[in-house]
C-alpha cells in the first residue's frame, strides 16, 4: 500500500471529524476547513491508488 493511500486515508478522517465539530458548535469556518481536508484526502487517496495499481502492472 502506497504511502499517499494511508495519509489520504487519515486526512480524509480529519475531515469527517472537522465537518462534524463544525456541525455541532455551529462553526461554518471549521466545517468548510473539514470538506477541504475531506477532498484533499479523497484526491491523495486516489493518488496513492494509481501508485499502487501502477506498481503492480510492472
Same mark, same amino acid.
Given at each position: 500500500?502506497? $504511502?499517499?493511500?494511508? /495519509? +489520504?486515508?487519515?486526512? !480524509?478522517? *480529519? %475531515?469527517? #471529524?472537522?465537518? &462534524?465539530? =463544525?456541525?455541532?458548535?455551529?462553526?461554518? $469556518?471549521?466545517?468548510? /476547513? +473539514?470538506?477541504?481536508? !475531506?477532498? *484533499? %484526502?479523497? #484526491?491523495?487517496? &486516489?493518488? =496513492?491508488?494509481?501508485?499502487?495499481?501502477?506498481?503492480?502492472?510492472?
Amino acid at each position: 500500500m502506497d $504511502k499517499d493511500r494511508v /495519509e +489520504g486515508s487519515g486526512k !480524509k478522517l *480529519k %475531515g469527517d #471529524v472537522k465537518q &462534524a465539530a =463544525g456541525d455541532v458548535t455551529g462553526d461554518e $469556518k471549521m466545517k468548510t /476547513e +473539514g470538506a477541504a481536508d !475531506k477532498v *484533499k %484526502g479523497k #484526491v491523495q487517496n &486516489a493518488v =496513492g491508488g494509481a501508485k499502487d495499481a501502477l506498481r503492480g502492472k510492472k
